[in-house]
T-cell receptor, first 107, second 114 residues
Framework: KNEVEQSPQNLTAQEGEFITINCSYS?????LHWLQQHPGGGIVSLFM???GKKKHGRLIATINIQEKHSSLHITASHPRDSAVYIC?????????FGTGTSLTVIP | SQTIHQWPATLVQPVGSPLSLECTVE??????LYWYRQAAGRGLQLLFY??????ISSEVPQNLSASRPQDRQFILSSKKLLLSDSGFYLC?????????????FGQGTRLTVV
């Protein structure tokens, strides 16, 4: 049983397109992280949110705690956005990870 | 500033050889520390976490062990590597602050056992 489900698993987009990645989780959480993993493997935390919406540049993350759902949006996508995006709900010491969405943005 | 150092970035080791991966954290005290493994094409799997010096919890039975000799140092070890130990190992730390858990991740170590 997966505590975290992400969709889609793979996504190819043309440069400039608006992108949405969805995350549903089944556990009670205190926060949810969106992570970005580049081909080299290193992971960067993009957002940590526990309610509402956060925006950072072209990235927007939303969360609905009641529905246990979060989305990551990328506006005006660019080839450098190509990476794996991972949803990671957390509670206390425990993190749960989705398997990630592999995004490829074509010039 | 808060940073996390993990090394080496890549490692190729023969079957049966020992392993030691080190992770150190700066800019915080008494963090929760984690070791994760990511097998090819799969999500991150928690291997160990630690809430304090000498306190290690293991999530899955395996050929690996972890130690926390200092507050900001977390070490992943094996006495004899198996082929199945190949994968991407990631160190992370977290701290509960302002009613939220903030998390930071290392750059990872890609281990290939041959």
């Amino acid at each position: 049983k997966n505590e975290v489900e992400q969709s889609p698993q793979n996504l190819t987009a043309q440069e400039g397109e608006f992108i949405t990645i969805n995350c549903s989780y089944s556990v009670g959480i205190s926060a949810l992280h969106w992570l970005q993993q580049h081909p080299g493997g290193g992971i960067v935390s993009l957002f940590m949110l526990s309610s509402g919406k956060k925006k950072h540049g072209r990235l927007i993350a939303t969360i609905n705690i009641q529905e246990k759902h979060s989305s990551l949006h990328i506006t005006a996508s660019h080839p450098r956005d190509s990476a794996v995006y991972i949803c990671a709900p957390s509670t206390g010491n425990q993190f749960y990870f989705g398997t990630g969405t592999s995004l490829t943005v074509i010039p | 500033s808060q940073t996390i150092h993990q090394w080496p970035a890549t490692l190729v080791q023969p079957v049966g050889s020992p392993l030691s991966l080190e992770c150190t954290v700066e800019g915080t005290s008494n963090p929760n520390l984690y070791w994760y493994r990511q097998a090819a094409g799969r999500g991150l799997q928690l291997l160990f976490y630690s809430v304090g010096i000498g306190q290690i919890s293991s999530e899955v039975p395996q050929n690996l062990s972890a130690s926390r000799p200092q507050d900001r140092q977390f070490i992943l070890s094996s006495k004899k590597l198996l082929l199945s130990d190949s994968g991407f190992y990631l160190c992370a730390w977290s701290v509960f602050r302002n009613l939220n858990t903030e998390a930071f991740f290392g750059q990872g170590t890609r281990l290939t056992v041959v």
